[in-house]
Nanobody, 129 residues
Framework: QVQLVESGGGSVQAGGSLRLSCAAS????????MAWFRQAPGKEREGVAA????????YYADSVKGRFTISQDNAKNTVYLQMNSLKPEDSALYYC??????????????????????WGQGTQVTVSS
């Protein structure tokens, strides 16, 4: 059974940093596409970052490019999202997601929900001005 458990959310002032973690069980993060999505109240869920370790691929939404970094520790089977220079508009519930047996997802689809099979429960990030 695949489980994804996020942690690391919290409250931070604008300009601050947080690192989210997504610990996977029953699943190997190093050989599959992993992604982070977020959903703010009243808004649709949006993809912010995706990565594929075997392919050396990382991909970011324009809104977070240069501020967020997706990475992973294969020994810990954990994916991270380092978030720097946080803005109030980054406030949202952040979800970790995992694809299934996909060796390639074209760039335009890497941040689309329906490319991912497994989802965590989310961790809240609140950025105050």
């Amino acid at each position: 059974q695949v489980q994804l458990v996020e942690s690391g959310g919290g409250s931070v002032q604008a300009g601050g940093s947080l690192r989210l973690s997504c610990a996977a069980s029953g699943y190997t993060v190093s050989s599959n596409y992993m992604a982070w999505f977020r959903q703010a109240p009243g808004k649709e869920r949006e993809g912010v970052a995706a990565g594929y370790s075997l392919g050396g691929i990382t991909y970011y939404a324009d809104s977070v490019k240069g501020r967020f970094t997706i990475s992973q520790d294969n020994a810990k089977n954990t994916v991270y999202l380092q978030m720097n220079s946080l803005k109030p508009e980054d406030s949202a519930l952040y979800y970790c997601a995992a694809a299934t047996r996909k060796s390639y997802i074209q760039p335009g689809r890497r941040l689309m929900e329906n490319e991912y099979t497994y989802w965590g429960q989310g961790t809240q990030v609140t950025v105050s001005s």
